[in-house]
């Protein structure tokens, strides 16, 4: 669910993804700028379709590795996202390699999988195989300038 979201942000706000990987309590994107809005805007939107969709479900019921943090005193909503984002600048391919690398070496390190391969919410077969797996992914060398 979170996938297919991300791809219809995508989509409308022209953006795009070159890696992502889901985890358990947070997400790895690394996506290029978007065509017609800022990145904090495109992710607010992302947040919000996410969290409408997942609020409606019991926990761990979307066939995605998602939990819900506990709310606050006094709220009875629960919330997906953290307040905030942690946003890092990618300016070359090397770096972008590197970032991917980490992203995709999360749930192996988290021990989730033994190898990256074996977690299916990630881009990580289609940087091994060309396999697109959930969603297309926009290979590095394709980055368009802006």
């Known amino acids: 669910m ?3 979201i991300l791809g219809e942000v995508r989509e409308r706000y022209e953006f795009q993804v070159f890696g992502y990987v889901v985890m358990p309590e947070h997400v790895h994107l690394l996506i290029s700028e978007p065509g017609c809005l ?3 805007r ?3 939107i992302l947040k919000q379709r996410v969290s409408r969709e997942l609020r409606g479900k019991p926990r761990c019921t979307s066939g995605e590795p998602f939990r819900f ?3 606050d005193e006094g709220s009875e909503l629960r919330r997906f996202w953290q307040r905030r984002f ?3 600048n990618v300016y070359s391919q090397e770096k ?3 970032k991917l690398n980490y992203m995709h070496a999360n749930p192996v390190e988290r021990k989730l ?3 990256p391969k074996d977690w299916p919410w990630s881009s990580f077969l289609f940087y091994a195989t060309g396999d697109p797996g959930l969603m297309a992914i926009d290979a590095l060398n394709s980055r368009r300038e802006g």
Do not use: G, I
Request: proline share 5%; hydrophobic share 35%; no cysteine.
């Open 69 to 71: 943090e506990d709310s």
């Open 86 to 88: 942690y946003d890092f």
């Open 42 to 44: 495109v992710l607010q």
């Open 96 to 98: 972008a390699k590197e």
């Open 2 to 4: 979170f996938v297919k």
């Open 113 to 115: 999988v033994e190898h």
């Open 38 to 40: 800022t990145p904090s």
